[in-house]
């Protein structure tokens, strides 16, 4: 019963190598004029890594930590996509469902019409109910009318529909998941700048012919 999967699950693997390919690329020509003798700056640290996770790091000279956001932004992406193509699965199926053991297309109807056809076994019985609990009851009647060949066909359009809603909430923890990385990554590679530049701060004592000369050096 399900359709498109194949097609979705292509499209994610084909997103993610892109968007290795992308980042690939952004670090070679990124190489080129980054240097160990420039000053590094905590925000221009931060706002690579915000960008690109992974980036910032590989600017403050540590590309162990670099590999680490690197992994994770990968990892998060392949979930999203991984996900989006279920979701799109479920949702397939049971329009297929619905289609087959209802007849009646749900597709673009809303989340309210979704549930009643997931709730109740034709639209005469969700009808009567609306009539008999609610003054300003929302009936559906026409195109918008349904009945199940059985019971067991409505759960399991309901099933279907319920598995597409997890996949949807999926999707959204993935999203989430990145835009997390994205700021974790920007605030470590700014706090990795502002220690390095910190071990950089120096005393110095020398030795002169009429005392002893003290030099202090940091940089900002």
């Known amino acids: 019963m399900t359709v498109c999967q194949k097609t979705d699950s292509s499209y994610g693997r084909t997103a993610i190598v892109s968007a290795v390919l992308i980042f690939v690329l952004v670090m070679s020509s990124f190489s ?9 700056v905590p925000m221009k640290a931060f706002l690579l890594s915000f960008l690109v996770p992974g980036l910032g790091q590989y600017y403050a000279g540590s590309p162990g930590y670099s590999k680490l956001f690197i992994a994770a932004e990968l990892a998060l992406w392949g979930g999203y996509f991984y996900n989006t193509s279920l979701q799109d699965a479920s949702k397939q199926d049971y329009y297929s469902q619905a289609a087959l053991h209802a007849g009646i297309n749900p597709k673009g109807m809303g989340g309210l019409y979704l549930n009643a056809i997931g709730a109740y076994d034709s639209s005469f019985d969700y009808n009567q109910y609306q009539l008999q609990s609610d003054f300003h009851p929302v009936l559906y009647t026409g195109a918008k009318a349904w009945e199940w060949d059985s019971t067991d066909d409505r759960r399991e359009f309901r099933r279907l529909r319920e598995r597409e809603l997890d ?8 999203i989430a998941g990145v835009v997390l990385n994205h700021f974790l990554a920007g605030l470590n590679a700014s706090m990795m700048v502002q220690k390095n530049n910190e071990m950089q701060s120096a005393m110095t ?8 000369q003290a030099m202090y050096r940091r940089s900002f």
């Open 32 to 40: 080129g004029f980054v240097s160990a003798e420039e000053r590094k």
């Open 167 to 174: 996949y949807e909430n999926n999707v959204k923890l993935f």
């Open 205 to 212: 004592v020398n030795v002169l012919g009429d005392g002893l």
